[in-house]
């Protein structure tokens, strides 16, 4: 019995962990949106977010987008992210990593997607 106590417990405690590394949202200044067009340098369409690096005028940011499933239920594809695209992306900046962004919106080409 106390050994499934102590399975139980440092499942639970592994699961928190888990939940509040994965959702920082904290971390992103919702305060202050701001509106980025620029070029996809790269991209990423897996768990735990897809993410794009936008080429702006002044730098490159990192733009953290949904979950793949997410992505897809609403129309943004894989292909819809190559390298060299156009995209305007609408979000908030993190507070420690200035160039990181997470998208609350994206437009490729005519298609604009909500993400949040």
């Known amino acids: 019995m106390k050994g499934m106590l102590r399975c139980v ?3 639970s405690a ?3 962990t888990t939940v509040f590394a994965h959702h920082g949202w904290s971390e992103y200044d919702s305060s202050n949106a701001l ?16 993410f794009v690096r936008l080429k702006t005028a ?3 940011w990192t733009v953290v987008l949904a979950p793949p499933s997410r992505m897809e239920n609403r129309g943004l594809t894989q292909d819809m992210l190559k390298t060299g695209s156009q995209a305007s992306v609408m979000g908030y900046q993190n507070r420690s990593k200035p160039d990181e962004l997470r998208a609350e919106r994206i437009t490729v080409g005519d298609k604009t997607i909500e993400l949040r």
């Open 9 to 11: 417990g440092l499942s």
């Open 14 to 16: 592994l699961f928190a």
């Open 35 to 50: 509106q980025l067009q620029g070029t996809i340098e790269a991209s990423g369409y897996q768990h735990p977010h897809g």
């Open 58 to 60: 002044d730098k490159i």
